[in-house]
């Protein structure tokens, strides 16, 4: 029984492991729809920031030009209200040739 209970508390807490959650999609070419959603806000900024980080990643040369960034309703949350200060913003990087 103690066992299962703390499997359920870790899986429930992994979420929150994995913090940020990134996602890119290609909506053409040299362009992305970004999103990123944490468990664990400070401010709007580390979010930008996570944006950015993304962004770089995403685009091969590494640059690009982030665009139309707004909240998103975070997807992120636990059973035990372990993501009280959760959030999320999505915006589009065009790469830089």
């Given amino acids: 029984m103690r066992a ?32 990123v959603d944490r468990c664990h806000v400070i401010d709007r900024a580390q979010l930008e920031d996570d ?8 685009c091969a040369a590494g640059e690009g030009v982030l665009e139309n960034i707004q909240p998103l309703p975070s997807r992120q949350g636990s059973l035990f209200g372990e993501c009280l200060r959760r959030g999320a913003l999505q915006g589009e990087v065009r790469c830089l040739p």
């Fill in 4 to 35: 299962a209970a703390g499997g359920l508390i870790a899986l429930l807490l992994a979420g929150c492991q994995s913090d940020p959650a990134l996602h890119s999609a290609r909506m053409g070419p040299a362009h992305y729809r970004l999103q």
């Fill in 51 to 58: 944006l950015r980080a993304l962004a770089a990643r995403t």
